[in-house]
């Protein structure tokens, strides 16, 4: 899922928290997230391609600039293989 925002004034940070279910290895399976600043063209990757059992709540934050258009990325990769079902949570995505 993919959400296109710009940063308000007086932001510095964005940050969320994810909970990955991973059984599979990251070379089937993953979590990832970028973050695209769609006003100097770079992407930063927030979360690297994640596969663990079960990681728990974990917080990740980026550096934004105010005024800035920005993409968020938010990703769930499962190869469909039924005895390995592979499933992320995503909440409580912020700006401060």
Same mark, same amino acid.
């Given at each position: 899922?993919?959400?296109?925002? @710009?940063?308000?004034?007086? #932001?510095?940070?964005?940050?969320?928290? $994810?909970?990955?279910?991973?059984?599979?290895?990251?070379?089937?399976?993953?979590?990832?997230?970028?973050?695209?600043?769609?006003?100097?063209?770079? @992407?930063?990757?927030?979360?690297?391609?994640?596969?663990?059992?079960? #990681?728990?709540?974990?917080?990740?934050?980026?550096?934004?600039?105010?005024?800035?258009?920005?993409?968020? @990325?938010?990703?769930?990769?499962?190869?469909?293989?039924?005895?390995?079902?592979? $499933?992320?949570?995503?909440?409580?995505?912020?700006?401060?």
């Amino acid at each position: 899922a993919a959400q296109t925002f @710009t940063a308000p004034t007086g #932001s510095t940070k964005l940050s969320f928290y $994810y909970n990955v279910t991973c059984p599979d290895t990251v070379t089937y399976d993953w979590a990832t997230a970028t973050l695209k600043d769609n006003t100097t063209g770079t @992407t930063t990757t927030v979360l690297a391609k994640t596969c663990v059992s079960s #990681s728990g709540w974990v917080l990740k934050t980026a550096n934004i600039t105010a005024g800035h258009s920005y993409t968020l @990325t938010l990703t769930n990769k499962d190869d469909n293989y039924p005895g390995d079902p592979t $499933y992320t949570y995503y909440d409580d995505v912020t700006l401060s």
